[in-house]
Nanobody, 122 residues
Framework: QVQLVESGGGLVQAGGSLRLSCAAS????????MGWFRQAPGVEREFVAA???????YHADSVKGRFTISRDNAKNTVYLQMNSLKPEDTAVYYC????????????????WGQGTQVTVSS
């Protein structure tokens, strides 16, 4: 069982930055691929980024060059550094953990955090 708790969301002006954190419980954190997803009102939840257990990172095209996922296995924490934020980045951001299946697919993730709101004003 893995429990995930996100933090770091808030209100920021367009062009600004935020860093989201996701703290995980459990002793097997390093064996999980960790992902970030987001969901805006009236829109399906979408993939943002993932950091595999083998050390490979993946980012959605919409955030490449602006967002960076990282992880610290010693702290059981995954981060999402978000720079050059745009109003269309406004959403609830969720952290998730998976062991198998496509890392782009919501259904492959076994554990989810409660989400943290990110609002980007124009």
């Amino acid at each position: 069982q893995v429990q995930l708790v996100e933090s770091g969301g808030g209100l920021v002006q367009a062009g600004g930055s935020l860093r989201l954190s996701c703290a995980a419980s459990g002793r097997t954190f390093s064996s999980y691929t960790m992902g970030w997803f987001r969901q805006a009102p009236g829109v399906e939840r979408e993939f943002v980024a993932a950091f595999s257990s083998s050390g490979t990172t993946y980012h959605a095209d919409s955030v490449k060059g602006r967002f960076t996922i990282s992880r610290d296995n010693a702290k059981n924490t995954v981060y999402l550094q978000m720079n050059s934020l745009k109003p269309e980045d406004t959403a609830v951001y969720y952290c998730a953990a998976r062991r198998r299946g496509s890392l782009y697919e919501i259904s492959a993730y076994d554990y989810w955090g409660q989400g943290t709101q990110v609002t980007v004003s124009s």
